[in-house]
């Protein structure tokens, strides 16, 4: 039993398993050709409550993060981790709700709610990644106006979306002191989007570069207060980076519970593979961990629905997800023998598709840092 999760956790839960068993995986694999989700999925997605989920009506489901992370780990669970409805509701979302005005939430989330809109955010640029303070995207006040310039690369969702969360030097002098965030809506003149990349996994995840050139933006678009943007960021990464361990969590549970099934199945030199030594303790140390692992992600999952979640034991959670889900699933993997190579087979997928959450939201490396600096 999960004491985190109250009924009406359960209850979106089933609701999401249900939706991801008929909307999602019948097409996946056409979705995975195509190497985009159709925007008519996020429509039916609103129209289901499973967009933002912990924000009040008319701007969300009216519940909290326990209800989004049920969305997270049901699409993560079934080896979808190449929807992006997290980045959209539990990252973008969520910086319209916390910084932006009142006439900013009610032009765009009630509409992001519903599918309609669909959102990203822009951070990394060919040459800042994690180090913000790098970043060379730059936005001039002109009168009335931010003239932005600049690049951004690795944005999921970049190709659906309607809205974008830009991070943008103001004062350039000030390092990652002098970064904003803005607004940008698909459509405007200067903005343009590159095609989508090419990527080893999370096909269905439209990915692109986003350009810059003289964009004029009105200043109310400017989200938050100038020069605040990396103090915005950090509050967000918490949840984020939670939200990425709940991702690896569910998707290392549901590939272990479908692993062991194929195991008991497969015979080689006339032997189950389960029942070779190898494969069971592997299984088992899988289980065990993977056990721990939950604990503890329930556990900050409970404190930071109490607002209690802070940025060290948020990057513990992150780095002990992603490394874990990465060392079992290649386990499983070389279990299902050649077959786990084909591209058909669900772990294959899994296993490629679970390579970039080592990268994103702050890399392995970055969060070994960040731990590290308490001793």
């Known amino acids: 039993m999960r004491t985190v999760l109250r009924e009406d956790h359960l209850l979106l839960r089933e609701q999401a398993d249900k939706f991801v068993a008929a909307e ?39 519940g909290d993060f326990g209800h989004a992370a049920m969305v997270i780990e049901a699409l993560a669970h079934a080896n979808c981790l190449g929807i992006g409805f997290s980045i959209h509701s539990d990252m973008v979302s969520p910086y319209l709700w916390n910084f932006g005005t009142d006439a900013q939430k009610e032009l765009w989330l009630p509409r992001m709610a519903r599918g309609d809109l669909i959102g990203a955010i822009a951070m990394t640029e060919p040459g800042a990644g994690s180090d913000l303070k790098a970043v060379r995207t730059r936005a001039r006040r002109e009168g009335a106006h931010y003239v932005l ?5 690795f944005i999921t969702n970049g190709v659906n979306a309607g809205l974008v969360v830009v991070l943008a030097s103001t004062e350039p002098d000030l390092g990652a002191r002098g970064l904003s965030l803005f607004i940008v809506e698909e459509g405007m003149a200067g903005f343009t989007k590159g095609p989508a990349l090419q990527k080893i996994g999370q096909h269905s995840q439209d990915t692109c570069e986003l350009f810059f050139d003289e964009l004029r933006l009105p200043a109310d678009y400017l989200l938050g207060q100038e020069n605040e943007g990396f103090g915005y960021v950090t509050h967000e990464l918490a949840q984020e980076r939670l939200a990425i361990a709940l991702r690896a969590c569910a998707s290392l549970e ?10 008991r199945n497969r015979k080689v030199f006339g032997r189950r593979v389960l029942d070779y030594q190898n494969t069971r303790f592997k299984l088992a140390d899988a289980l065990a961990k993977a056990r721990m692992l939950r604990v503890f992600l329930d556990d900050c999952l409970a404190r930071h629905l109490q607002g209690q979640l802070d940025s060290v034991t948020a990057a513990m959670a992150k ?57």
Not at 149 to 153: E, F, S, V
Not at 338 to 366: K, P, T, V
Request: charged residues 20%; glycine residues 14%; contains cysteine.
């Open 24 to 62: 999602i995986l019948p097409h996946l694999a056409a979705w995975e050709r195509e190497g985009i989700t159709p925007r008519a999925l996020w429509r039916k997605a609103g129209a289901s409550g499973l967009l933002n989920c912990s924000l009040p009506p008319p701007y969300g489901q009216g």
């Open 149 to 153: 310039n600049g690049q951004k690369t």
């Open 254 to 263: 549901g590939m272990l519970q479908s692993g062991a099934e194929y195991v």
């Open 319 to 375: 780095l002990n997800a992603t490394e874990l889900q990465g060392q079992v699933l290649d386990d499983l993997l070389q279990m299902h023998g050649g077959y786990g190579y084909m591209a058909e087979y669900g772990i294959a997928r899994a296993w490629a598709d679970a390579r970039a959450l080592r990268l994103f939201g702050g890399s392995s490396e970055i969060l070994r840092e960040i731990i590290g600096k308490q001793f």
